[in-house]
């Protein structure tokens, strides 16, 4: 082992202090959804808690091997030069194994919760976009689920994973190599997407330079999470397999970093939504002449003692009913004017719209 791998306890020490500086921005999410926004949670918060779960539930496996000696620079990734008896290596080799589901659930919890947020993001009427983030919500799940079943059920009975006394034989090392790059692989490539989804609608936004900054450099951390990434699967290439088990994690707490997007937008404005249907347009009523002829209508006329009826001559109503006639034209023509402007306003709302977003998610 390398010496550059960290020891048992700095291991443990900067994974509780990414779980508790995303345990400390999942709370003020909350706070700010519920005491302040005075709004219910939703989706990506619920997945951004499920994800922090997954992590602890990780780290919890970290203990364990702490408990071991298993956490020391020294040992192993297969715990073969451990100091321990064949029955001990093989109970942490199976913790090893079931260590995978919290591992990959934490990643994939992460990238869904930062998927949901993308969908809340992006308006309905970018709807290219929208596929597009639709498509990778698809992609996720299903490397999510050819990872897990690579790691849980590509070498069966499920026993080959961890014994090391026999009878059954275990698995072959190459494939679990080659189960490891797969899966890299598809964490890897989906959180390139997610890192560059973002920009295709931030750069439309009319942000304020402090804001738009912000954002930026927001999801630019999604960078540090690549990087730590790529470096720790090299560094597994190269033997040194515990010098990044840690920080891996933190593209956890680059979730809940993007989840106080709103103490961001304190400049932005609130979007002007328009709610109009073309259905409803004036018309004005149209009555049939009948052949000609002149047309006596009755009318009733509410007065002070009831109604009182009369005749009135339809030749003799046609001047006031010509006046009204232009009179409901104009009003028409106005209101057709005022629809055609309703709708170049709808339009030039899209930025708003997803302005709007930073300051009320």
Known sequence: MAPSSPSGPAVLCTSFTLLTAALAIIGTRIYLRL?????SLVAGDYLMIAGWISAVAYISFQVVYELHGALNPEVNWDFGNLDADAKEIEHLSKMSWASNIPFYSAFYLCKASLLATYLRLFPYFMETRRMLVWAAVCYCVIAYLITLGLHLLSCLPLERHWIITGPIKACDPDWGALVLHISWGLHFFGSFILFTLPFLVIHELSLTKRVRMGVYAMFLLGLVDMTISLARFLSVQLGNFGA??????????????????PFLGGDLRASEIFNYDESTKSGMPHREDRGGFE???DFEIPGANGFSSGRISRNSFESAKSELDVSWAEDEKRTQDAIEMMNVKARNTTHRQTEDYWTNM
């Open 244 to 261: 990044f088990r840690s920080v891996t994690i933190i593209g956890l707490l680059i979730v809940c970093l993007t989840s106080l997007r």
């Open 295 to 297: 047309e006596i209508d």
């Open 35 to 39: 005491r302040i926004q005075k709004q």
